[in-house]
């Protein structure tokens, strides 16, 4: 036991060397004029795409899995280039939209606000149902800025370097953040944001380990954490899907959409499943209008064989 805490406490020279160049690149990016961020975007995702082929593989996979055969080989391959070009530019294109005073991310247009507001309006919180569509980063910092009470469910750096650093910047854009362990802790504070009426800002598209649920994800089932359902379920929190929609180059509009209705009934296992299977279905449709924009590289069904022999519990 005392080999593995040291193993773990062991100085690795080349993560301090990869997180102190990472703080750099990003401190970088913070100065430079938008023209050089857009040239360094398309040559690092170019790069990636070449020489990335797990990446590759994985986004081909999952898009052979969405679409089967309603797209061709090159329609496909396009997607996947696209979204891994996406994933840079929304990271590299951060900075530049977080210069002080912020002006540039506090605005950006939200289409469909009156949704939001009014599900403020209620005193039950919202739930924002999330993704990896769009720079979803900035959705946060500028709903933040814009004095918007939302928080969000975050996993932590290990590198105390990069930890300390993010902190610091989510500190200057006033973004609350919930980190995901411990997790009861995690769960008490996001259960008490929503009691005060706030926003709980939570991406429910990816893989999930420990307690999970199976919920079909574009006809497989994958697995999805039933913790956000139950505090549905608890508070009679509203719940909204938003996602950050690209126009283009440093053009990007925040889009909320209605509220979605939730019927809840005595059997508390059913209405978690039909709460996540209702999610999915909306988060199907977002990634379908923002193909390019989604995260194909993600191994979303990673954990889906657990589920191969299970029946829904879905409503008959």
């Known amino acids: 036991m005392q080999n593995e805490e040291r193993k773990k406490k062991a100085f690795n020279p080349f993560k301090y060397i990869l997180s102190y160049i990472s703080i ?54 396009a997607i996947a280039r696209s979204s891994i070009k996406h994933i840079v530019r929304m990271f590299l294109e951060f900075g530049y939209y977080l210069r002080p ?23 039950r919180g919202v739930l924002a149902v999330g993704s990896h569509v769009g720079n979803f980063m900035l959705l946060l910092c500028s709903l933040s800025l814009r004095g918007y009470p939302i928080s969000f469910l975050y996993k932590e750096p ?14 200057k854009i006033k973004l609350k953040v919930i980190p995901v362990k411990p997790r009861n802790e995690a769960a008490a504070r996001s259960k008490s944001t929503l009691e005060k009426g706030e926003i709980l800002w939570v991406a429910l598209d990816q893989d999930t380990r420990g307690r999970a649920v199976g919920v079909e994800f574009f006809g497989v089932k994958a697995t999805m954490p039933p913790g956000p359902a139950e505090l549905i379920a608890e508070t009679g929190a509203a719940v909204l899907p938003m996602y950050m929609r690209r126009n283009g180059w440093m053009d990007h509009t925040i889009v909320v959409k209605k509220p979605l209705k939730i019927n809840l009934t005595s059997d ?10 209702r999610i999915n279905e909306e988060l199907e449709e977002i990634i379908l209008a923002n193909p390019k924009e989604w995260w194909w590289v993600h191994r979303r069904w990673k954990r889906a064989y657990k589920y191969e022999d299970d029946p829904a519990l879905g409503e008959d």
């Open 24 to 77: 750099c690149v990003f401190y970088l990016f913070f100065k430079m004029p938008a023209f050089l961020v857009i040239f360094l975007t398309e040559a690092t995702g170019l790069i990636i795409w070449m020489l990335g082929l797990s990446l590759r593989f994985q986004a081909m996979r999952n898009l052979r899995l969405v679409y089967g055969d309603k797209l061709t080989r090159k329609e496909l391959k």
């Open 268 to 277: 508390e296992e059913k209405d978690v499943y039909n709460i996540l299977k």
């Open 158 to 171: 290990k590198d105390e370097r990069v930890k300390n650093y993010v902190r610091r910047l989510q500190e």
């Open 101 to 123: 005073p912020f002006e540039v991310a506090e605005e950006i247009p939200i289409e469909g606000e009156e949704y939001l507001k009014e599900a403020l309006e209620g005193g």
